[in-house]
């Protein structure tokens, strides 16, 4: 169970995606039968509680995407009755409650999480972010980087990006490059991979550069108000008045009561 929250943009003005935590890998441990003889584990069998756990967790999940926290809240804590070792439950509520602002709770179900499965890349993922949004991007790093080196990990470009997004909070702009360009590398069509490049490409002044990573994501379904902003000053500065009017009547028709559309109408485009 793999899913990520939608693109979103922070007060360092990078996108960022933080995934949730995975399911627990299995382990092949040896047990013995009635009769005595080995048996080798496996994850058909799995105690009743686990697999009511893990129903309760995606039932969870599914709460936080929607951004009902609370009711998400409470299926972890069902989950978490039923199967009090489980670690992405845990780094579920870490997530919930980062998001009720619940900064002691999300730390200690993090770092719970943790302890239970130290080499989860998934859970470092979490627990990076979690340091990252709240003061401590310097050690978070750290954490991005453990799960960016492991083999197992299936979505690298999450962590990269986080990684990218954090660099810059601690303004270095090489390292946080660096980081975008692995997540495209890893993954070229991500829309957040190709909006941090974007506007690094923009910030630097290479227009051409960012122009080609916005159009990647304009292309896509993530039209989010942050990304319509960016794609207007991009064509302004090019010098595509047809472009700019195009994302222009977008952002007013998607988000007419956003702060972007109202930098826009002032002509803040250099804010």
Same mark, same amino acid.
């Given at each position: 169970m793999k899913i990520a929250r939608p693109v979103v943009l922070f007060g360092i003005t990078f996108f960022s995606m933080v995934l949730l935590a995975g399911c627990v890998t299995s382990t092949t441990t040896s047990s013995s039968n009635q009769d005595g003889d080995a048996m080798t584990v496996t994850g058909s069998d799995k105690s009743d509680n686990q697999r009511r756990a893990r129903i309760r967790l995606q039932l969870?999940?599914?709460?936080?995407?929607?951004?009902?926290?609370?009711?998400?809240?409470?299926?972890? /804590?069902?989950?978490?009755?039923?199967?009090?070792?489980?670690?992405?439950?845990?780094?579920?509520?870490?997530?919930?409650?980062?998001?009720?602002?619940?900064?002691?709770?999300?730390e200690e179900n993090f770092t719970r999480a943790l302890r239970l499965a130290p080499n989860d890349p998934d859970l470092s993922n979490n627990y990076g972010w979690f340091l990252c949004q709240n003061g401590r991007a310097q050690q978070s790093i750290a954490y991005f980087e453990s799960s960016i080196r492991n083999k197992a990990y299936r979505s690298p470009a999450k962590a990269l990006n986080n990684a990218g997004s954090c660099s810059l909070i601690l303004k270095d702009s090489v390292a946080a490059e660096r980081y975008f360009n692995e997540a495209f590398r890893y993954d070229p069509g991500s829309p957040t991979t190709n909006?941090?490049?974007?506007?690094?490409?923009?910030?630097?002044?290479?227009?051409?550069?960012?122009?080609?990573?916005?159009?990647?994501?304009? /292309?896509?379904?993530?039209?989010?108000?942050?990304?319509?902003?960016?794609?207007? /000053?991009?064509?302004?500065?090019?010098?595509?008045?047809?472009?700019?009017?195009?994302?222009?009547?977008?952002?007013?028709?998607?988000?007419p009561n956003s702060n972007e559309f109202a930098a826009y109408q002032r002509g803040a485009f250099n804010e």
């Open positions: 969870a999940s599914e709460y936080y995407q929607q951004g009902q926290m609370n009711v998400a809240l409470d299926e972890v /804590k069902l989950a978490l009755q039923t199967d009090s070792e489980f670690a992405d439950a845990y780094s579920m509520a870490g997530l919930i409650y980062m998001d009720l602002g619940e900064t002691r709770l999300a909006a941090n490049l974007a506007r690094i490409n923009y910030e630097r002044g290479d227009l051409e550069r960012a122009r080609f990573y916005i159009a990647r994501v304009t /292309k896509t379904d993530m039209l989010t108000a942050e990304v319509l902003w960016l794609a207007i /000053k991009i064509e302004r500065k090019v010098g595509d008045r047809a472009a700019e009017a195009s994302f222009a009547t977008q952002l007013r028709r998607r988000y």
